[in-house]
């Protein structure tokens, strides 16, 4: 578990000096209006749409396997609309690291906050059912304002970049687990304590059961809710982020523990989940990942790939 982002002088090493520079360029950002970083990030959003061929391509396929209904048109709409909260969410992610608590709170709403505290008091540890939205970030700073838990994250292959996400995240968290550490994450739900879950991307074959997403019949889904409720005696609540339509601020919801979960049937869950996991997209298409490729992993290994 991790508690403390560990700093030492090695990070300050000259091939990192250009990592440093975009870093403080960065922090000096967080100094403008809200708007105005998220009509900046718009702009970074078009101008990437022009220059990732590949990642337009695979967001482009997922919305089209989700949403075959959708016209040409709307989807390009859709897609177009996506890149430009995409380029927002670098600002959510500078304001989560580096805003006060104070400036947190002027730009923030909470819904559903008593569910979460009425589940603690129960004695029974919570887990926060999220799914990859562009605003995510800022998501886990405004909910760690009245409830701070342990974040599940993936350690980070550069030791800056390692260093400034878990010093950002530990603003909103007691500690840090890496996604693979089962045995802490019941640990910490047994304490009873918070910690946050997705299941809405592609972790690979060997943890995957093939069932539907949207419109697309075998999508690689894992079951982790269901191993860590039945372990960690804990509740699943499902809880969303978005950023608000004026682009002024945040709002975060927590629904009420599901029901009967964990059930007797894994499979089940976990299509249950995913029916959870698209009632929170559907909220805001746009603000979700769709440049993950969610379908990479196809039910039998020589299945062609959906993205070429």
Known sequence: MVEKAQFSAHLYHPKYWLLWFGVALMRLTQLLPLQIQMKLGAMIGRLAKTLMGSRVNTAKRNLELCFPKMTAEEQQVLLKRNFEETGKAIFD???AWWWSDAKIQQHMTIKGQEHVEQTLNDGHGVILFAVHC?????????????????????????????????????????????????????????????????ADQDFGRSSATFIPFFAMPEAATITGATTLARLGKAKVLPFSVERNADDKGYTIEILPPLDNFPGEDEIADAKRGNGIIEQIIDKNRAQYMWLHRRFKTRPNKDDPSVYK
């Open 93 to 95: 992610t500078i304001n």
């Open 134 to 198: 562009l605003p995510l970030e800022m998501g886990a700073r405004i909910f760690g304002q009245f409830q701070p838990g342990v974040g599940v994250y993936r350690p980070h292959d550069n030791p800056v970049m390692e260093y400034l996400q878990v010093k950002g995240r530990l603003r909103s968290n007691k500690a840090l687990v890496p996604k693979r550490d089962l045995r802490k994450m019941v640990r910490c739900l047994r304490n009873p304590d918070v910690i946050w879950y997705t």
